[in-house]
């Protein structure tokens, strides 16, 4: 259960093996009130998309850094689990994770496991700040939804309307941008930008650039033929928001999403730095190499993590280049809150929202998630993924059960390619989440 769309998946590093560290006590946190074990969907067998792969990190110290409760306070299904994140980390060498289970039934239990930088050994703490990839293209995706259900623009509108400049425009509407079946080029699989991406990492990118470089290439397919997971389609849709409203998206994303659901730790990052407390983020190998190697199995999956190294910090790399599609941060109490408002439409109409929830398949393999406007469905789990050099996430709501799960990862792809906080979700759906919905 990887990525749906591996956008970039990375060759490997030949370099030496570092030596893993000792594994700590563990401890998390818990509120709520112990219950009977919930049941809900069986594992999917994939969950989402990435915006760009890079690299992955090594097998380091598993602790966190919550204070230890009651044995009577603590889910029946953490004993087992933990140990398992645990091995599952050092086994994918994630360097840190923070891990988020809701339900009705026993409460919030919440761990930070292993290390937040690798320089100095701090461990992952649960309010860590960390971006969080392509679940940003949920907010983007929310703001335009508002603005159709305020009649500033209907989902059936051609992006002509709005940004001349986009080929086949006339024929493009806004629904199939936030559906990824515009078939535009995605930018983010240029290999000049991508040269560009290592060469500067913290070069600043202007989102009027970003679409400029996909216009260069042919599209996938006519207007509504396919499905084509694009950052492009979104970057667009967060200039089109900009224009009608005449503000910048992060005040959008401020006035209408973070600050009515009260997520204070949340923000669309406009410069490389991130709020403190934060979690370094993590990667092995460069953006151009990445475009070209695939998911790794066995012998392969072996010889990359064996030859892997050491990996290299890239919490400054500069976020801008994804915008709308990727640059925001947040933290996992700010995403316990988005998750349901946004799997249910707190902040939508319900006629809006049913328009959200039809989704559209993703491919034709058994068990690959649909994807609706800016949100996919991952067998009754609705929210998104999100990935980006140094840092991996899942947010996901079950509308049945109302149970929760955020995870997010300070390593976007591990050696043998697997998309951590995606691996680490399998693994909770899995052990905690397994049969019929209830």
Avoid at 46 to 70: F, K, M
Avoid at 164 to 183: A, F, N
Avoid at 305 to 327: F, L, Q, R, Y
């Amino acid at each position: 259960m990887g990525p749906l769309v591996p956008e970039r998946n990375g060759p490997l590093v030949r370099t030496r093996l570092p030596r893993p560290l000792p594994i700590p006590e563990r401890r998390a946190r818990h509120t709520g009130s112990p219950r009977r074990r919930v049941r809900l969907v069986a594992v999917p067998a994939a969950l989402l998309l990435s915006l760009t792969a890079a690299a992955p990190a090594p097998a380091t110290s598993v602790r966190s850094d919550a204070p230890a409760e009651s044995e009577q306070s603590v889910p029946p299904f953490a004993e087992t689990l933990t140990p398992e994140l645990i091995a599952l980390m050092q086994r994918l060498r994630v360097p840190g994770a923070i891990v988020s289970i809701r339900t009705p039934e026993w409460g919030t239990w919440t761990t930070a496991l292993g290390t937040g930088n690798l320089a100095d050994g701090t461990p992952m703490r649960t309010e860590d700040h960390m971006r969080v990839g392509s679940i940003t293209k949920t907010f983007t995706g929310t703001i335009i939804l508002r603005l159709v259900q305020a009649g500033e623009l209907s989902l059936d509108d051609p992006v002509a309307e709005f940004r001349p400049d986009v080929p086949d425009g006339e024929h493009i509407t806004i629904r199939q941008l936030l559906q990824m079946t515009s078939g535009l080029y995605n930018y983010t699989e240029d290999p000049d930008f991508n040269r560009a991406l290592d060469e500067h990492p913290q070069a600043p990118w202007t989102p009027d650039e970003l679409p400029a470089i996909a216009f260069k290439h042919p599209s996938y397919f006519p207007p509504g033929g396919g499905f084509h997971y694009s950052n492009t389609n979104t970057v667009l849709l967060g200039l089109i928001a900009e224009k009608l409203t005449g503000r910048p998206l992060a005040e959008l994303f401020q006035q209408q999403i973070f600050g009515p659901l009260g997520m204070s730790e949340s923000s669309l990052a406009d410069d490389t730095r991130l709020p403190l407390p934060h979690a370094h983020g993590y990667e092995f190998i460069g953006n151009v190499e990445s475009l070209t190697a695939p998911v790794l199995t066995d012998k392969d999956a072996a010889w990359a993590d064996w030859s892997a190294g050491n990996p290299k910090d890239v919490t400054d790399a500069n976020p801008s280049w994804a915008w709308a599609a990727g640059a925001a941060v947040s933290t996992v109490d700010d995403l316990l809150r988005w998750a349901p408002a946004l799997a249910t439409g707190t902040l939508l109409s319900p006629e809006i929202q049913r328009e959200r929830l039809t989704f559209v398949p993703t491919s034709d393999r058994p068990g690959a998630p649909g994807y609706g406007l800016a949100i996919a469905d991952f067998s009754g789990f609705l929210g998104h993924d999100g990935q980006l050099p140094g840092y991996n996430s899942f947010v996901g709501y079950n509308p049945q059960s109302g149970a929760t799960i955020v995870v997010l990862a300070n390593l976007n792809q591990s050696p043998d390619g697997n998309a951590p906080a995606d691996e680490l979700t399998k693994l909770i759906l899995a052990k905690v989440f397994s049969g019929s919905p209830s």
